[in-house]
């Protein structure tokens, strides 16, 4: 039986980022993937590298201020996959969200950044709106411009991965979980690939399974508790126009929340929705979720409808699933932050509930202090707030690897 530091289950950018912090720190890594890398929610995200201007109004500092430090890193450790995009807020006359009050959210977003350029920000002349891809200018009361960031987030997960492969972790994908033996000292991870049952033994097994977390949990002997979580899928559509030159931050015409129309791969992409869902089985982009970002779309950008039907438009849907707390109240308003647990009774199993991509080498530096905390320091083998991230320009290097990224063609909904 093939002896480990870690397993980890989940292969997407939680997962992988765990994976290879944990083999830079001087670990060995094997992680499990029932699919391919990537291929699941971590392709199906807004795409954006952001502090979160938004969870400033719910108090959410602390996050925010992590996120804009992890936007900063990455920026500088992926420039080939992570780019900075000016950002667009426009406010009418109705708006729940003034003038002063998005100033106000501004100026601290900039503060929380530690002054970084990226933080500056300004308001757009009056004598500029017309250029606004065709923004509604009746009722405009002002526009500001600030920065965040975009990537693909399928070649990142795919990028990290590749690092944490070069590092010495082994990636195994279309992995079957059979079982997870939880021992006093250690635990055999039991699974089926290629066709034939292997097992594990490893001192620490992180679950990184995302929406699938508490399913994997069911597979654990003997039975561990699981902690409610609230399913809300996130819905996106392309449409077939051209690129905006910036990303709109709007505010829904039909609720508080806030939704994004921006540049993707030539066309325009909008998003998000929140919708909660039971299981993750049943995610898919419902009639109501398009009509919503449809009407909003439409509401801002009114000279969409003269070039024809804009349902017509629609050149692909997608949708990724978050794990939020189970709390009560709109899924709008719930935390994001990631939450870790291992339970007394299983020590060797920590279980990661959430996961942002923005934040994922923080989330994998926490789950590491965990595993050191459980096997003790290893020789360190790389920094990993050093090492470069690049594109996989050859996926063959990626044993199993993804299925490319962009793929439009309609989901069921």
């Given amino acids: 039986m093939q002896a480990v530091d ?18 830079a720190a001087g670990y060995s890594v094997v992680l499990l993937e029932k699919d391919n890398l990537g291929e699941k929610t971590s392709s199906n995200s807004s795409k954006l590298i952001h502090g979160g201007l938004r969870y400033l109004e719910s108090g959410q ?6 996120s804009l430090a992890e ?16 950002f667009y ?9 003034g003038p002063l009050a998005i100033r106000a959210g501004l100026s601290l977003y900039a503060l929380l950044s530690e002054l970084d350029p990226l933080g500056q920000f300004q308001s757009v002349p009056a004598s500029r709106w017309s250029e606004l891809a065709g923004l509604k200018l009746k009722g405009l009361r002002a526009v500001f411009r600030y920065w965040d960031a975009q990537t693909d987030d399928g070649a990142l997960t795919r990028a990290v991965a590749e690092s944490a492969r070069q590092l010495g972790a082994e990636l195994l994908t279309h992995v ?45 002997t003997p039975k561990v508790e699981v902690s409610p979580v609230e399913l809300v899928q996130g819905s996106h559509l392309v449409l077939d126009i051209p690129a905006p030159s910036g990303i709109f931050y709007l505010e829904s015409i039909f609720d508080k929340r806030v939704v994004f129309v921006m540049p993707w791969q030539g ?10 869902i039971d299981n993750v089985e049943a995610a898919g982009v419902t009639p109501a979720e398009e009509a919503y970002l449809l009407g909003i779309y439409r509401h801002y950008f009114p000279l969409c409808e003269n070039d024809g039907v804009l349902e ?10 978050r794990v939020l707390p189970k ?30 991509l923005t934040t994922f080498r923080h989330t994998a530096k926490e789950a590491l202090a965990w595993v050191k905390s459980r096997r003790g320091p290893k020789p360190i083998r790389a920094d990993v707030d050093k090492l470069r991230l690049t594109p996989v320009t050859d996926e063959a290097l990626l044993s199993e690897s993804p299925t490319a990224t962009g793929d439009f063609s309609p989901q069921k909904g």
């Fill in 61 to 66: 500092l602390g996050l925010v201020r992590q």
């Fill in 312 to 321: 017509a438009r629609i050149i692909g849907r997608y949708c990724g699933v």
């Fill in 327 to 356: 709390q009560g109240g709109e899924a709008f308003d719930l935390p994001r932050d990631t939450m870790m647990l291992s339970r007394d009774t299983h020590p060797n199993l920590l279980t990661v509930y959430g996961g942002k």
């Fill in 267 to 276: 066309k325009t992409m909008i998003g998000t929705t929140e919708t909660p």
């Fill in 6 to 23: 870690l397993v980890v289950i989940g292969g997407g950018i939680t997962g992988v980022g765990i994976a290879q912090c944990a083999q």
């Fill in 71 to 86: 936007r900063k890193a990455l920026l500088t450790l992926a420039p080939e996959l992570v780019k900075p995009v000016p």
């Fill in 89 to 97: 807020i426009p406010i009418y006359r109705g708006s729940q969200r």
């Fill in 176 to 220: 079957s979980l059979e079982q997870i033996e939880h021992r006093p000292d250690s635990c055999i991870v039991s699974f089926s690939h290629g066709g034939e049952i292997r097992c594990l033994s490893s001192r620490c097994v992180i679950n990184a399974t995302g929406p699938w977390v508490n399913q994997t949990l069911e597979r654990v």
